[in-house]
Nanobody, 119 residues
């Protein structure tokens, strides 16, 4: 199972970016998908998560600015980021909590995508 993230880039303060992450491979079910971020010298932190039932959570600093969603296929998780601030700059990683064909629960990580916010 693989996660392929895209959509990072350079944006000015106040601008917007949309990150997407597509899951592929052999799995039985997806329980939850999420976006994390890691700035230089900082620990990786949860930005937003969404269950396949649609329940969402957000890190306090992004509430009202970021929106996480799963597309209709159920295979892509998106993160719409508005009103970006310099402190949002980081490498963003997508994450999926899945059930493998052998009924084992497993966490999958994608490669990161860089988000840079200029002041």
């Amino acid at each position: 199972v693989q996660l392929q993230a895209s959509g990072g880039g350079l944006v000015q303060t106040g601008g917007s970016l949309r990150l997407s992450c597509v899951i592929s491979g052999n799995y039985r079910a997806i329980y939850e998908m999420a976006w994390y971020r890691q700035a230089p010298g900082q620990q990786r932190e949860l930005v937003a998560s969404i269950s396949t039932a649609g329940s969402t959570t957000y890190e306090d600093s992004v509430k009202g600015r970021f929106t996480i969603s799963i597309d209709n296929s159920g295979k892509s998780v998106n993160l719409q980021m508005n009103s970006l601030k310099p402190e949002d700059a980081a490498v963003y990683y997508c994450n999926a909590y899945i059930q493998t064909p052998r009924l084992i629960r497993s966490t999958i990580w994608g490669r990161g995508t860089q988000v840079t916010v200029s002041s």
